[in-house]
Structures are given as structure tokens and as C-alpha cells.
């Protein structure tokens, strides 16, 4: 008897505190459990609020009670930052946390609409939206580079118009065409006539006045005997002055009633009959052409060309017979002049001039031989 009663109370002790055990184990669980909702609702309240940017929520978790291995839980910290959204990026739910929400009475979204206005400048000018059509993009640029083409073609073309226009009407136009009856002629003579002159410049006429090449006018009208300078001068739109300087002839041929005109290089300037010949000396030849070719009459004339005007004017007479005896006879014979040849003219005329012009030299005497300058020779 009283080993089943020891027994039996000591199950019921065994009952009790399996009973105590299970009774600290419930309570320390539904404990647990609450501190884990609490911990939640924080974090929800945490992600759902707007006044707060970031919210630290701590929870410790102890198992109160005794077991047999106990220990101790870490805390978790939960870190939650908010997306900066824009109110027009997004639909948002008022509301508390948690609540419950009909999709019914949300804000239907007008996709079209809200990328307009976020495409919009800021003064109303529409940009280009932030999703592009590639395709579309292409056939805008293939339309801007034809645009591109077709109007630097369209310059091109009106700048070779233009370019072709000036250049008709500065060289083909009849605005600059230069005529004959607009060419003048100045400075003639009876020896270097203005017929002569108007053959060489008419060769222009028919031309554009910015054709015209005044040197090349000038260098022909050079080539004339007896033009020492020649001065072209344009006169616009459409006239031509042409000014000469003709020089009197070295001196003048004499082959029976006919005189011909020549230079100092044994040119012909003009053939004239009975022609005023004051101041020109006239050399006496059988035939022009051959004494033209003569050196004996080619060195006369040099030196007859190269003689001052004042002196000219008193020649009466020039005679050649050879290369170097060149004579000339002054004032109808007052005083004969014996040049020999053209060699040392300058010297030959500087003791001419001298000897004639002192009356204690030249005395009674008439002929003066220079031929060998250096030694004068008077008679």
C-alpha cells in the first residue's frame, strides 16, 4: 500500500510539472508571437510613411523561461530608404497602411497624356519623347539630309546662273563691246598719219572693253616708225583714246621729186612730194631701198638723229660719200662740219658746239673736222 501510494503521488508530481512546463512553454510562444507582430506593424508603417525618410525599427527577442540550452537572439534592424517618385510617374493609394483597397475607385491612367506632359518644355515647346521610334528616326533624318541636298543644289545652281550672267555680260555683252567709231587717235602727223594709228586699234574693235589689252596696243603702235610713246586709256563702258607722240624723221631722202621720211634706224615713216621739210635734213640718193641698206647712210642718219633741234634747223646739206666721212653744211655753207663716222658722238658734239660758239676760235674759219675728237681740226 504505501509503495503505491509514494508511486502514485509521486506521478502526480510528475504530471504537475509536465503541466507547469507546458503551461511557461505556451505563454513564452504566444509572447514570441506578439513581439513579432509588433515588429512587423513597425516595418509596414515604416515603408508606408511619407514624413519620415528612413526609419530604424529594433527588436530583441528574449525566451523568457527556463530550457535546457538557452540563449540569446540578435537583434534585427530593418533599413527601409523611400523612391523619390514624381506624383505624375505614379498612381498612389490614400489611405492608412494596411487598409484595404478597391481597384475599383483607383485613377484609371492616360498613358498618351502623361508622356505629353513629360515631353514638355519648360515654355510649352514639345521635345522629342523620351521613347524613340528608331524607324522613325531614320526616315526623319533621310528627309533631313534630302532637305539638305535638294537646297545646297538649288544654291549651286543659282550661283552658276549669276556666275554665268556677270561673265556674259562683262565679256560678250553689247553693254562693253568696243567699236571703231569709238576709237579717237591724237598726236599724228604727216609723217606718222592717223590712218596708220587706226589700223593697229581698230584690230580691238568687236571686243569687250575688259578684253582689251592696253600694252599689247601699246608695243604694235611702238613698232610704227616715228611713234617714240603710245598711251592707251579706257574710257567705260564702251570707248577707246589712243595718244601717240610722233617723232619728226632723222631725215628725209631725196630721190628726184620724191622725199621719204625715215628715223634714226633707217625706217620709212612716210613718202610725200613737195612737203614742207623746214628743219629736216635732206640727204641726196639714187635709190631709197638701196640706200637704205647702205651703212654709210645708216651712220648719217644716226648721226643727224642724235644732233639738237638747233642745230638741225641750220643744216642745208648732208653729204656721204663713205662711212666715215659724214658732212653737213650750215646756213647754205657758213660753216661745213666733218663728223667721220657715229663712233664718240657725244664728244664729237661737245667740241662742235664749243669751237662754234667761241668767235676767238672759230675766227675766219669754216670747216671743222671732229672726225678724230680729240684733235679738232679747223680750216
Known amino acids: 500500500m504505501t509503495g503505491r501510494t509514494v508511486s502514485s503521488s509521486g506521478a502526480g508530481a510528475s504530471r504537475a510539472a509536465s503541466a507547469s512546463s507546458e503551461s511557461r512553454g505556451s505563454h513564452e510562444s504566444r509572447e514570441s508571437q506578439g513581439e513579432r507582430r509588433k515588429a512587423r506593424r513597425v516595418v509596414e508603417s515604416a515603408v508606408h510613411s511619407d514624413a519620415q525618410p528612413r526609419v530604424r525599427s529594433s527588436v530583441s527577442e528574449e525566451r523568457q523561461g527556463k530550457s535546457r540550452h538557452p540563449r540569446k537572439r540578435r537583434s534585427v534592424t530593418s533599413r527601409t530608404e523611400p523612391v523619390q517618385q514624381s506624383p505624375t510617374d505614379m498612381t498612389v493609394a490614400k489611405g492608412k497602411a494596411g487598409a484595404f483597397v478597391d481597384a475599383r475607385a483607383l485613377r484609371s491612367e492616360d498613358y498618351v497624356a502623361e508622356t505629353l506632359h513629360q515631353t ?95 600694252d599689247e596696243v601699246s608695243k604694235q603702235l611702238k613698232a610704227i616708225p616715228g611713234v617714240s610713246e603710245a598711251k592707251i586709256s579706257k574710257h567705260f563702258p564702251k570707248s577707246l583714246s ?39 635734213p635732206v640727204i641726196e640718193v639714187k635709190n631709197v631701198q638701196e640706200s637704205l641698206d647702205s651703212r654709210s647712210v645708216k651712220g648719217a642718219l644716226t648721226i643727224l638723229a642724235a644732233l639738237p633741234e638747233s642745230m638741225r634747223k641750220q643744216i642745208t646739206k648732208v653729204t656721204v660719200e663713205t662711212q666715215d666721212s659724214v658732212t653737213t653744211t650750215l646756213n647754205d655753207g657758213e660753216h661745213v662740219i666733218v663728223w667721220g663716222d657715229s663712233s664718240q658722238l657725244k664728244l664729237k658734239m661737245a667740241e662742235v658746239d664749243k669751237i662754234l660758239n667761241d668767235p676767238n676760235v672759230i675766227g675766219d674759219y669754216r670747216q671743222v673736222d671732229v672726225s678724230a675728237p680729240s684733235r679738232p681740226i679747223l680750216k
Open 120 to 214: 514638355s518644355g519648360p515654355i510649352g515647346v514639345a521635345t522629342r519623347p523620351k521613347v524613340v521610334d528608331f524607324t522613325a528616326r531614320a526616315r526623319e533624318r533621310r528627309k533631313a539630309n534630302a532637305r539638305v541636298i535638294v537646297i545646297r543644289s538649288a544654291v549651286a545652281v543659282l550661283a552658276a546662273a549669276l556666275l554665268g550672267a556677270l561673265i556674259w555680260l562683262l565679256l560678250f555683252s553689247p553693254v562693253f563691246r568696243l567699236e571703231s567709231s569709238a576709237i579717237s587717235v591724237s598726236g599724228a602727223n604727216e609723217w606718222v598719219s592717223a590712218s596708220t594709228i587706226h589700223s593697229i586699234a581698230d584690230k580691238q574693235a568687236g571686243k569687250s572693253l575688259f578684253l582689251v589689252s592696253s
Open 242 to 280: 589712243v595718244d601717240i607722240k610722233a617723232q619728226k624723221p632723222a631725215a628725209m631722202l631725196k630721190s628726184g621729186d620724191t622725199l621719204t621720211a625715215v628715223d634714226a634706224q633707217a625706217r620709212v615713216l612716210n613718202s610725200v612730194q613737195d612737203a614742207n621739210v623746214n628743219g629736216i
